[in-house]
Nanobody, 125 residues
Framework: QVQLEESGGGLVQAGGSLRLSCAHS????????MGWFRQAPGKEREFVAA????????YYADSVKGRFTISRDNAKNTVYLQLNSLKPEDTAVYYC??????????????????WGQGTQVTVSS
C-alpha cells in the first residue's frame, strides 16, 4: 500500500548542490522513520542518512556528515535530502526508504521495507 517516489537528482559539478525529495503515499507517514541510501556502480548499497518519525533526530554516514542534511515535512508526506559540497565519489543512485516498524529508527538497510525507484545523482569533476 505504501509507495515512495524520489525526485531531484541530476548532473552537478563538484562543489555544487542538489535537493532530493521523496514523496510518500502511505497514510501513516508521520509514524515511521525514513532513510536515504545510495548505490554507486559496482558497489553495495550503503546508508546515507536517516530521520526519526518526528524529525527531531537525524543520523548520517561519516562520509556525508557536515555536507548532507535530511529533513521531513510530515504535513506534506515528504522527506528531503539536501546535498551540499558534492564530490565525484557521491555519484550514485539515491533511494529513500520507509522503516519497517513505527517510531523506531535504524541505519541498517534491512530495517527498511519499502523503497523508491531511485534518482540518479552524478557529480562531475
Amino acid at each position: 500500500q505504501v509507495q515512495l517516489e524520489e525526485s531531484g537528482g541530476g548532473l552537478v559539478q563538484a562543489g555544487g548542490s542538489l535537493r532530493l525529495s521523496c514523496a510518500h503515499s502511505g497514510r501513516s507517514f508521520n509514524v515511521y522513520a525514513m532513510g536515504w541510501f545510495r548505490q554507486a556502480p559496482g558497489k553495495e548499497r550503503e546508508f546515507v542518512a536517516a530521520i526519526n518519525w518526528s524529525g527531531g533526530s537525524t543520523y548520517y554516514a561519516d562520509s556525508v556528515k557536515g555536507r548532507f542534511t535530511i529533513s521531513r515535512d510530515n504535513a506534506k508526506n515528504t522527506v528531503y535530502l539536501q546535498l551540499n559540497s558534492l564530490k565525484p565519489e557521491d555519484t550514485a543512485v539515491y533511494y529513500c526508504a520507509k522503516a519497517s516498524r513505527p517510531v523506531l529508527t535504524s541505519t541498517a538497510l534491512d530495517f527498511y521495507d519499502y523503497w523508491g525507484q531511485g534518482t540518479q545523482v552524478t557529480v562531475s569533476s
